[in-house]
C-alpha cells in the first residue's frame, strides 16, 4: 500500500525557512517523480514543484522560483521542500504527491499525503 | 502558464441530478487532463485522467470528455457521497495549474 506522511510544517515569521519532508513507503521510490501541491485555506490547489524520479530534474511555479528547493534522498525514501523567505501567501496546506505512472515530466497524482499545514505570521 | 477556468464556481443540485461541471484551458492542452474530487480536510481523489479515462474504483456514473481547451466533467446521477469540491488540473506542460474548483452543494 503506498503511503505518504508529511512532517515539519508549523509556524514560521515572515522571512524565515522551513523545510517539509515527506515520507514514502510502498513503493519503488526512485521510480517515480515526485510534486509538492499547496492549498491555501478556504482556497484552490496550487502546484507547487516537481521533481524527477533520480533528482536530476526540477521545475518551480513563479511564486515560489528561487525561494523553495525541492530534492530528494532516494536511499531514504523522502522527498523534502526547503522554503525560504517565507511570505504570508506561503501559508497553505503542503501535500506530496506521486506521480501516477514512472514518466517524466510528473503527470497526474493518484496518492497524495494527508498535507502538512505552514502558517507564515508574526 | 496554462490557465484553466472552471465553471460554475459552485452549485447546488439534489440526490439523483446529472451535474455538468466545464473547464476550459487558456490554449490547447491535447487530452492532458484529469479531475479530481476533494471533501473538507481530506487530500483530493483522482478520478479521471487523459480527460476521459475513469480512474479504477471510481464510480460509473462519472465520466469525463473533451480535448484541445474545453472539457466537461459529468455525474450522471448524483449521490449524497458526490457533494464536495472538483479540480480540474491539465499536466501538458509545465507549470501544472488547476482549476479554481467547483463546490457542489446540496439543494
Known amino acids: 500500500e503506498v503511503q505518504l506522511l508529511e512532517s515539519g510544517g508549523g509556524l514560521v515569521q515572515p522571512g524565515g525557512s522551513l523545510r517539509l519532508s515527506c515520507a514514502a513507503s510502498g513503493f519503488t521510490f526512485s521510480s517515480y517523480a515526485m510534486s509538492w501541491v499547496r492549498q491555501a485555506p478556504g482556497k484552490g490547489l496550487e502546484w507547487v514543484s516537481a521533481i524527477s524520479g533520480s533528482g536530476g530534474s526540477t521545475y518551480y511555479a513563479d511564486s515560489v522560483k528561487g525561494r523553495f528547493t525541492i530534492s530528494r534522498d532516494n536511499s531514504k525514501n523522502t522527498l523534502y521542500l526547503q522554503m525560504n523567505s517565507l511570505r504570508a501567501e506561503d501559508t497553505a496546506v503542503y501535500y506530496c504527491a506521486k506521480d501516477y505512472s514512472s514518466s517524466w515530466p510528473a503527470e497526474y497524482f493518484q496518492h497524495w499525503g494527508q498535507g502538512t499545514l505552514v502558517t507564515v505570521s508574526s | 502558464a496554462i490557465r484553466m477556468t472552471q465553471s460554475p464556481s459552485s452549485l447546488s443540485a439534489s440526490t439523483g441530478d446529472r451535474v455538468t461541471i466545464t473547464c476550459r484551458a487558456s490554449q490547447g492542452i491535447s487530452s492532458y487532463l484529469a479531475w479530481y474530487q476533494q471533501k473538507p480536510g481530506k487530500a483530493p481523489k483522482l478520478l479521471i485522467y487523459a480527460a476521459s479515462t475513469l480512474q479504477s474504483g471510481v464510480p460509473s456514473r462519472f465520466s469525463g470528455s473533451g480535448s484541445g481547451t474545453d472539457f466537461t466533467l459529468t455525474i450522471s446521477c448524483l449521490q449524497s457521497e458526490d457533494f464536495a469540491t472538483y479540480y480540474c488540473?491539465?499536466?501538458?506542460?509545465?507549470?501544472?495549474?488547476f482549476g479554481q474548483g467547483t463546490k457542489v452543494e446540496i439543494k
Open positions: 488540473q491539465q499536466y501538458y506542460s509545465y507549470p501544472q495549474t
